[in-house]
């Protein structure tokens, strides 16, 4: 199989199923930004105790199956490939309860950084708001309402990634800087 089709070089792409469409699609932008966060995880998998990188990695495995979702409708593409379930958003809110726990109240705004892997956890972070944007306006705009949970995870996840933030801060012995607003 050749990397390159040359197909692509006027704008367009195939889906999954073959369906066409316009790489401005907000379907491939959705898939694009998936994609892209799926990528930031794996830079942060790499720099993260094996405990936190398996949950990432399992994180990892959640969004490419999101991804063949948002990729195709066929259920011959998709096969048995289960979409997000409710059971997923569940595990995300016990990991971040299980990070709160351990974790000195919050009682500022915090700025990203401080440590290479806090700025890439940021990243992941500000990406996962960005997909979730991307997967509501295609929702949205084609009324695809199955992905009403999926949109519910990816705003969990983007919390998750803020406590993941915050227990890098704790665990590596960096201190959150605070936001100094000025006032």
Known sequence: MKIYTKQGDGGFTRLADGKGLSKSDFRLEAIGDLDELNSHLGLLVCKVDS????????IQSSLFVLGAHVASDSKEVLGNMELISLHDIVALENNIDALD??????????????????AMAQIARTVCRRAE????????????????????Y????SDYLFMVCRFLHHSLGIPEIPWNSGK
């Open 154 to 157: 990816m705003n969990r996840l």
């Open 133 to 152: 944007r991307s997967l509501i306006r295609w929702v949205q705009a084609t009324e695809h309402t199955a992905y009403e949970i999926a949109m519910a």
């Open 101 to 118: 726990a351990q974790l000195a109240p919050m009682r500022f705004f915090i700025l990203p950084g401080g440590h290479e892997t806090i």
């Open 51 to 58: 405990e936190l990188a398996s949950k990432l990695q399992a």
